[in-house]
Structure formats: structure tokens, C-alpha cells
């Protein structure tokens, strides 16, 4: 071969003047935004993004009970056309993909919530606004997204929980779920290192850490405080006391089925229940009158050694049916654990840490990228199985997958 023959083979790129852009065309995996945010966060601000409970086995397990399922194509198949659209609580989405609740998320990047929000409604999926957001129900409801959720906490305190459901059902959310696994808190043992707490009390350690950072630091400084938004109850004396009178406050270790009686007879639209939920809670949460279930872990943030939220779907399927609504999170990063996940009974599959990362490597943009390279993922290991449709996962579902 001579030389103009190999100069033909040369493609060079046109020179990309953003910033943000360069960055994102070189982001071809979702783990890709974990190893940008590992470097622009401070380390305590990272980990508690990226830690979980105790020694983290759950963490690590909801990974691996996605990554062990194999896929059994079906060949010969027209795989021209793939269709993602859905329905679930009567909205449409355009990918069955969603957005957890994720709380202190302007602790990643300023605009926090509302990015991430935009990012969504851009890509026509739901997106959960949490309890512990720091950015208002209200200030989320003014994007126009019109597939909102809610994630409730039950407090303690019910000066902090009540107003927050009457709070989003006036501002148009269109389903609100219940997170069922935080009588207490988990024990997050990157934080006790870090000396990280929410409300941030940070140890020196970690303001020397900080301090090498500057981008991320000025960031902060020129930016509204951070802060639990909605909990417009407590007094800003209450706000600035020490992070273990609001935890009391926050978690309710009496948290039982009276409560989710309660909240259903308070929220008129559908309810779900966000835990590691089994066949006799689910069926008995029917029963109370909860309209679907979002089967969560927390991420591996909450109990350690937990069944992998994988390993529910299957089982809660066969005893609630087809017809009640099934989402999925914890342990969800590509487009081929989107596909385990719905082949196994899910609806959608939520995620949580990914798009975190995403948002504080690139804001609304890291985001959005994000939603279309999973969309992207997703519609390829679809068209190499065979299949064309989200219905075809239902039906096919038993024969598609092998693994624990």
C-alpha cells in the first residue's frame, strides 16, 4: 500500500470548539460519566454518589444479577423498525426508561434537579422528584414536563410529609411512590470516613479535599445554598441544626401498613410502593388499594446483604399479575440491563447513580446523552434478540433470558 493510499484512510475530525461537546463525544459507555465525575467531584461529594451501605455487598450484587442473565436471540427476524413507545398510568413515554429520586442533587452540579428534569422531559420519559430534593416540587412542575412523579418519605415529624403530597397533587404530578425501606437510615460507611452528613457537616479532611478542586468549589459559591427545599415546615433554625435532629425527623421507625392507608386515602392518583417488595407485601398492598410497585433497594444505600432487586421482578410479577404496573431500579446502568429488566416483568427500568454522574460531568447535556446512549444500547440488543416491541418482551420474556 502507498502512502496516498493509507492518507485516504485518514478521516480527520473537524475541530470541536465546546468544551462540554469534546467531552461528550468521547463518553461511548454510561460507566464512562462515572470515571468524569470521579474526577471533578471532591472525593466526599463522589462517594456519596457512588457508596452504599455497610461493606456494600448489595451494590455490588445489583450489578451482578443483571450482568449474569444471557439473552437467547431469536434469528431470522425483520428487526428493521423497534418500537419503544409505552404506556404505563395512562401517560405515554417515548423509552422505557425513567429517572429515580435522587436526593442533594444540586450537591453534583448547581442546576441539580432541574437539569435533570429538562433532560427527561426532552427525552419523553418520567422523571421522580425526591423528598429530599434541593430544588421545590413546584419549581420542577414549572418546567412543563407532563409525566412527574413524586417520591414520599414518611416522616416522622408529618408537618414535613403531609403538605408534600396536597403540595403535588396541585402541581400536577402525575403519580406519587412511597419509599417503604427507610425506617432508619442506613449505615453508609464512605460518608462516616468522609465525615460527610446531610446537611453537609464536613470534617477538615474534607474541606482540604474540596479546596482542590476550585471549579467545583466556585461552582457552589456562586450558587443558592443547598438545602432540603420542600420541608418548608421546619423553621430555618430547625434547617441549620444538626443533621441527627433532622434525620429523626425525616425517618419513621414506625412506618407500618397504617401509613400507606393514610397516604392512599390523601393521594387521589396512582400510588406505587419503592422497596425490595415481595409477592405477600405486594399482595397485600393491593389490597390497601397501591396501584403498582417500584421494586428498589436504594441503590444498595439502605440494607447490605439484600436480594437483588433482579432476582424480585419475577417473582412479584407472578403474584401480582400483568396488569399492575412494574418499575425497576438499582443495579441499572446499560441498555442490555434494560432489557434483562423488562424481559424479567418490569414495565421500565429507573436509573439512579448513572444519570447522577452524568449531570455533574456535563449538566443537562451529560443527561440527555446519557438517555440516547441508553436508548441507543437498548434498541441494539433488542434488533440482535429479535425483537421489535416492548409487548414482545412479555411474551417471550421466559425463553429470552438463562441465568441464576
Not at 457512588?50 to 450482568?67: K, L
Not at 459559591?221 to 438545602?227: D, G, K, W, Y
Not at 448513572?354 to 437498548?378: K, N, P, Q, S
Request: one cysteine or more.
Amino acid at each position: 500500500m502507498k502512502l496516498r493510499d493509507v492518507l485516504k484512510l485518514v478521516r480527520l475530525r473537524k475541530f470541536e470548539r465546546s468544551p462540554t461537546q469534546r467531552l461528550l463525544n468521547r463518553v461511548v459507555l454510561a460507566d464512562d460519566f462515572r470515571t468524569i465525575a470521579r474526577r471533578r467531584l471532591p472525593r466526599a461529594v463522589f462517594d456519596y454518589v457512588d457508596g452504599g451501605a455497610d461493606e456494600e455487598i448489595t451494590m455490588r450484587a445489583n450489578r451482578e444479577a443483571f450482568a449474569s442473565r444471557r439473552l437467547h436471540p431469536r434469528l431470522l427476524r425483520d428487526v428493521s423498525v423497534v418500537d419503544l413507545h409505552g404506556e404505563i398510568f395512562g401517560q405515554e413515554f417515548r423509552k422505557p426508561i425513567g429517572l429515580s429520586p435522587t436526593g442533594y442533587t444540586r450537591m453534583m452540579h448547581p442546576t441539580g434537579e432541574i437539569s435533570a428534569c429538562r433532560a427527561a422531559m426532552d427525552a419523553g420519559v418520567p422523571y421522580t422528584l425526591s423528598t429530599v430534593a434541593t430544588t421545590t416540587i413546584e419549581e420542577v412542575a414549572a418546567t412543563g414536563h407532563p409525566n412527574l412523579w413524586f417520591q414520599l418519605y414518611i416522616t416522622g415529624d408529618h408537618r414535613l410529609s403531609d403538605p408534600l403530597v396536597d403540595r403535588a397533587a396541585a402541581a400536577g404530578y402525575k403519580a406519587l411512590e412511597v419509599t417503604i425501606d427507610t425506617a432508619v437510615t442506613g449505615r453508609r460507611s464512605r460518608d462516616a470516613r468522609n465525615g460527610l452528613a446531610i446537611p453537609p457537616q464536613l470534617s477538615v479532611r474534607t474541606i482540604f479535599d474540596i479546596a482542590r478542586h476550585p471549579r467545583y468549589w466556585m461552582r457552589m459559591l456562586t450558587n443558592p445554598a443547598i438545602e432540603f427545599a420542600n420541608f418548608q415546615a421546619l423553621t430555618p433554625e430547625e434547617l441549620a441544626s444538626a443533621s441527627t435532629t433532622v434525620n429523626s425527623a425525616l425517618f419513621d421507625p414506625t412506618l407500618n401498613w397504617a401509613h400507606i392507608t393514610e397516604v392512599r386515602a390523601r393521594w387521589k392518583g396512582p400510588l406505587l410502593l419503592k422497596g425490595p417488595i415481595g409477592p405477600e407485601d405486594a399482595r397485600r398492598a393491593l389490597e390497601l388499594g397501591v396501584d403498582g410497585f417500584h421494586v428498589s433497594n436504594h441503590g444498595g444505600r439502605q440494607l447490605d446483604r439484600c436480594v437483588p432487586t433482579a432476582d424480585l421482578i419475577m417473582p412479584l410479577r407472578a403474584a401480582v399479575g400483568p396488569g399492575v404496573p412494574i418499575v425497576v431500579d438499582s443495579g441499572v446502568h446499560t441498555g442490555g440491563d434494560i432489557a434483562v429488566a423488562l424481559a424479567l416483568g418490569a414495565d421500565m427500568a429507573f436509573i439512579g447513580r448513572a444519570y447522577v454522574y452524568a449531570l455533574a460531568a456535563a449538566g443537562e447535556r451529560g443527561v440527555a446523552h446519557l438517555l440516547r446512549m441508553l436508548t441507543a444500547e437498548l434498541r441494539s440488543v433488542m434488533q440482535l434478540s429479535g425483537l421489535t416491541s416492548l409487548s414482545q418482551f412479555r411474551k417471550e420474556g421466559a425463553d429470552l433470558l438463562s441465568g441464576p
